[in-house]
């Protein structure tokens, strides 16, 4: 995976599709880091160009505010997914997957594809959540437990968790600011 600057994966012949590779390793996608593919026997791995960026699992993201940040750019991304034909459920949701570039803020994915068997979009947004609520040390861990609520027990569509993110993210600014004024 991520090592010294560089970020590979390998994954079974056939997991990528051919109009995915086309898409992916032609740049056109600024969504996900750009990549190339190389087939070795029944497996293909890929390689990834991510100049600039680093995975967040690189990153400690220790305020709430920054980790809600991350999770809405992301959901955005995997929106934006489907205009290039790439089914947001299948792609890989982790701390290793998601890339950063903190100097331009901009976030952007190293597609993986999920095995047929763990494409269920909310859990893969879950897992994520928890991943990045792991290292925040904030006392507003709340609002990423009611985040991971909202997307687990519901039906929304990726429009209204972006809503759902943009409105928390509204809340802890008010109660901060509210504090802090006092």
């Not at 969504?31 to 070795?40: I, R």
Request: hydrophobic residues 40%; aromatic residues 10%; proline residues 3%.
């Amino acid at each position: 995976m991520w090592e010294k600057g560089r970020f590979e994966a390998e994954v079974e012949k056939g997991a990528v599709k051919e109009f995915e590779k086309i898409m992916l390793s032609s740049g056109r996608c600024g969504l996900f880091l750009p990549m190339a593919f190389m087939s070795q026997g029944d497996r293909e791995r890929m390689y990834y160009f991510c100049s600039g960026f680093a995975p967040l699992s690189s990153y400690r993201v220790e305020r709430t505010d920054d980790a809600l940040f991350l999770l809405e750019r992301t959901v955005m991304i995997l929106k934006s997914a489907v205009e290039y034909m790439i089914m947001p459920s299948g792609i890989t949701l982790s701390t290793e997957t998601v890339f950063y570039n903190k100097e331009t803020e901009e976030v952007k994915i190293a597609y993986i594809p999920l095995p047929e068997e763990n494409r269920e979009l909310r859990k893969n947004i879950v897992r994520l959540t928890g991943q990045l609520m792991a290292d925040v040390r904030d006392c507003h861990k709340s609002c990423l437990r009611e985040l991971a609520g909202y997307v687990y027990c519901s039906n929304y569509g990726m429009k209204d968790i972006i809503r759902r993110i943009s409105l928390i993210r509204r809340r802890l600014h008010s109660e901060t600011a509210g504090k802090s004024a006092v």
